[in-house]
């Protein structure tokens, strides 16, 4: 394990400085420097995408660089949980050269991007770990070929990234819909007794997403932006390829799925000619906003109470 700021104190207290410290940093650097940031120009294809113009965008810039310090100074971490800090920055800063990119990267730029960095969380994790699978549910071990299981996490590493990403569109979802799965992992975590170097990991990127959303939530003064959304996304698929099984992806993380899921999967059909979900408008939330008639408000909320029925049924299943 590498050094970290308070070790000579028992671990609960530095987890408890290291929390508090990760919250109100991440306030207190938004609130500072948010103005600083690139603003949004609004979109044109998103439902009431125009409202978001002239306000701050890349706020992920900060709040994942106040996880990245709290992670190292606080948390036990070893070699491999830096080099997983390393690959969110990494993540972080192509979504945020987006965000200040004048135009837009393209999907081909940032596919090459994504999965440059699905193989190298693929190398590390396969360093350092078997690739054994757990299927919680019944508690049967899979062995997996190394390079079968390289090929499932650069998938999943890959569609993490980029369903996060597609389900950031309205103030408080990504990051709400991002905290309950990663809650979901931490309590699996705790209960199993699995990885217990994440645990003070996560929490920590857990407080410092409420920092952000402590300014995002509706009517938002800042965006995450691709800066914020990425990151997420990788970081979620690094918890849950600790937690031994990555099929619990699918159940803790089934409305970001959907959400965000839905629109690749129309696009993929659309290029092959195939007419499907045509009358499905995606992302998700855009589709119950202007056919459901649903406000933000509503669907925040109501997308994280599915999500959270979800997670709570499958945790219990696995017990």
Request: proline share 3%; with cysteine.
């Amino acid at each position: 394990m590498i050094n970290y700021l308070f070790e000579s104190l028992p671990m609960k207290y530095s987890a408890f400085i290291g929390v508090m410290v990760a919250f109100l940093l991440t306030c207190f650097l938004l609130k500072k420097f948010g103005d600083k940031l690139p603003k949004d120009v609004g979109r044109d294809f998103a439902l009431n995408g125009k409202l978001s113009a002239g306000k701050p965008r890349g706020a992920g810039f900060i709040f994942i660089m106040v996880f990245a310090f709290a992670a190292v100074m606080f948390g036990k971490v070893s070699l491999e949980i830096v080099i997983y800090i390393v690959l969110t920055i990494f993540a972080m800063m192509t979504g945020f050269l987006d965000d200040c990119a004048k135009t837009p990267w393209g999907r081909v730029k940032k596919g090459i991007l994504d999965l440059i960095i699905a193989i190298l969380v693929a190398v590390t994790f396969l360093h350092y770990n078997s690739s054994s699978v757990l299927i919680a549910v019944t508690g049967t071990v899979i062995k997996l070929n190394p390079i079968v299981f390289a090929i499932l996490t650069i998938i999943l590493v890959w569609a993490s990234i980029n369903v996060t990403n597609c389900a950031d569109g309205v103030d408080g979802l990504s990051g709400t819909l991002t905290i309950i799965t990663l809650t979901s992992i931490y309590l699996y975590d705790s209960i199993k007794e699995v990885s217990p170097e994440m645990g003070l990991i996560i929490l920590i990127f857990i407080v410092c997403i409420l920092g952000y959303l402590w300014y995002n939530a509706t009517p938002s003064k800042m965006l995450m932006g691709d800066a914020g959304s990425r990151a997420m996304g990788l970081f979620i698929s690094v918890a849950i390829l600790k937690t031994g099984s990555p099929f619990l992806y699918i159940p803790f993380a089934i409305v970001l799925i959907l959400d965000g899921g839905l629109g690749l999967v129309k696009i993929t059909l659309l290029k092959c000619k195939i007419k499907a979900l045509t009358k499905v408008r995606t992302p998700l939330h855009d589709h119950v906003r202007k056919n459901w008639d649903w406000s933000n408000t509503q669907a925040v909320f109501r997308f994280a109470i599915i999500q959270i029925i979800v997670s709570l049924a499958t945790i219990y299943l696995t017990l």
